[in-house]
């Protein structure tokens, strides 16, 4: 299934996406799934993000050839992060660029959806945590980057983490291919096979720590080829299976 997030006349609601349209639920599908006899056509409803996580906990330094352009040490464990829920961001939406940095960067990465909450989840117990997969833009003051490990800030700005456009549970995570185009050109491509630190592993490491509860998110780390976005760029995140998320840079 293809689970949305859309406004239509003023309202929140949550759907199905279908190849003939969205087929509305009756809640919020984190919590039921059960389906109305409604139906909408896409074009006339805005995609939101697809959840409104509580906290997005993101990996770094989980490509080698990342960590290479980088110029930074590989982990012996995962580098991770949080960005705040104020940093998300809508698909076809404007990352808005800070004054304070002169060099922000895209960077497309598979996102993890839990669907239940998790806590001191075992790595063999890990996928039936999962509601499904999408796709996220890990935006990042780049300038602002502090190589010793403090990431939040360069990371944590107002509209610095774009998702959606769907969640979808009919893919094999650790096996897509996820790339970036920015302004038409292909910037990023990679597969998520490639992963360092595999997605059942980061649940039952991240659950260890903290509680993960439903509509939280997991990005899981981007691959080579980043680099600076100006006003007035498009950038898109692509990953097989599941769709592209498109914004332009302000």
């Known amino acids: ?82 960005k705040p829920s104020t940093a998300l961001l809508n698909p076809e939406e404007q990352i808005i660029k800070p004054e304070v940095s002169n060099r922000v960067d895209y960077e497309a990465e598979l996102a993890v959806v839990i669907g239940k909450k998790a806590k001191d989840v075992k790595i063999e117990d890990a996928p039936s945590y999962v509601l499904g997969y999408t796709i ?33 549970d009919e893919v094999d995570p650790n096996n897509l291919e996820i790339k970036s185009i920015l302004n038409g050109k292909v910037m990023q491509q990679s597969n998520t096979s490639l992963l360092i630190f595999k997605i059942d592993y980061l649940i039952s490491y991240l659950s260890s720590v903290m509680t993960l509860l439903p509509g939280d998110v997991i990005l899981t780390g981007t691959p080579k080829g980043v680099s600076g976005m100006q006003r007035g760029d498009v950038i898109e995140c692509v990953i097989e299976n599941l769709g592209t998320l498109k914004n332009s840079v302000y």
């Not at 906290?55 to 982990?75: D, F, Q, R, S, V």
């Not at 990431?151 to 509209?159: L, Q, S, V, Y």
């Open 136 to 168: 996220a833009n890990d935006v990042t003051a780049r300038d602002m980057q502090d190589k010793n490990g403090q990431w939040t800030i360069c990371k944590g700005f107002d509209t610095f983490m774009p998702l959606g456009p769907y969640v979808s």
């Open 1 to 82: 299934m293809k689970y949305v997030r859309f406004i239509k006349e003023g309202q929140i609601k949550y759907g199905v996406l279908n190849d003939d349209g969205i087929t509305v639920l009756k809640g919020n599908f984190l919590y039921t799934k059960e389906e109305t006899k409604e139906k909408v056509n896409l074009k006339d409803v805005r995609l939101l993000s697809p959840v409104s996580p509580s906290k997005a906990l993101c990996i770094g330094l989980n490509y080698k050839a990342h960590i290479t352009e980088l110029e930074m040490n590989y982990p012996a464990k995962p580098v991770v992060f949080i």
